[in-house]
């Protein structure tokens, strides 16, 4: 059974640009969600797909934008970067919707680095 | 507005004591917990939950308590080991999210246990 997988797993970009992190959701999980973690504090939720629709978003501004396609894999972009959007980029898959019921599963993350 | 919030950032125990995490809450609406232990460069990986209408949960070495009451949860881990040693992070789910993968964590609690 292969685990979720993110790539790359550092990047460095300059303020402005634009950024798309990948992810792939662990065999047989059809929902994927996006976290945001700065340095020193915990994960914040961005958005969550199923079945390919953005099901969820939590308080980012549209130039955070997603998609999801068939085979479940995701892929997270970030437009006019901002040095402020520096940080880890979990990705977390599930066999359902719901957070509480199915746990999720994180990948090791993507570190952004925006200078 | 930090809804969860672990006012520790860190923790020191000795092997074979216990190691008890805290966490508070301010939102009624969370209807269910969990924790998560993270390792350096591992994504965050599923510890242990619990409902709202239960105030104890154990698994194994690990118990987590839950006061609706005083909004506050913690998590014991008895005998604590080295290998435990990693960042908790507590999370909350509230009824109104609960089908959009939408987790609410705390800072996160870094511990150490000295062998």
């Known amino acids: 059974e292969t685990g979720v997988t993110q790539s790359p797993t550092h990047l460095i970009k300059t303020r402005g640009q634009q950024v798309t992190l990948r992810c792939s959701s662990q065999s047989g999980h059809n929902t994927v969600s996006w976290y945001q973690q700065a340095l020193g504090q915990g994960p914040q939720f961005i958005f969550q797909?199923?079945?390919?629709?953005?099901?969820g978003r939590g308080n980012f501004p549209p130039r955070f934008s997603g998609l999801q396609f068939p085979n479940y894999s995701s892929e997270l972009n970030v437009n006019a970067l901002e040095l402020d959007d520096s940080a880890l980029y979990l990705c977390?898959?599930?066999?359902?919707?719901?957070?509480?019921?199915?746990?999720?599963?994180f990948g090791s993350g993507t570190q952004l680095s925006v200078l | 507005d930090q809804q969860v919030k672990q006012n520790s950032p860190s923790l020191s125990v000795q092997e074979g004591r216990i190691s008890i995490l805290n966490c508070d809450y301010t939102?009624?609406?969370?209807?269910?917990f969990l924790w998560y232990k993270k390792y350096p460069a591992e994504g965050p990986t599923f510890l242990i939950s619990i409902s709202s209408i239960k105030d104890k949960n154990e698994d194994g070495r690990f118990t987590v308590f839950l006061n609706k009451s005083a909004k506050h949860l913690s998590l014991h881990i008895v005998p604590s080991q080295p290998g435990d040693s990693a960042v908790y992070f507590c999370a909350a789910v509230d009824l109104g999210s609960s089908n959009t993968g939408k987790l609410i964590f705390g800072q996160g609690t870094t511990l150490q246990v000295k062998p």
């Open positions: 977390a898959s599930s066999a359902g919707q719901g957070a509480a019921n199915e746990k999720l599963f």
């Open positions: 797909y199923y079945r390919e629709e953005e099901n």
């Open positions: 939102n009624s609406m969370f209807d269910y």
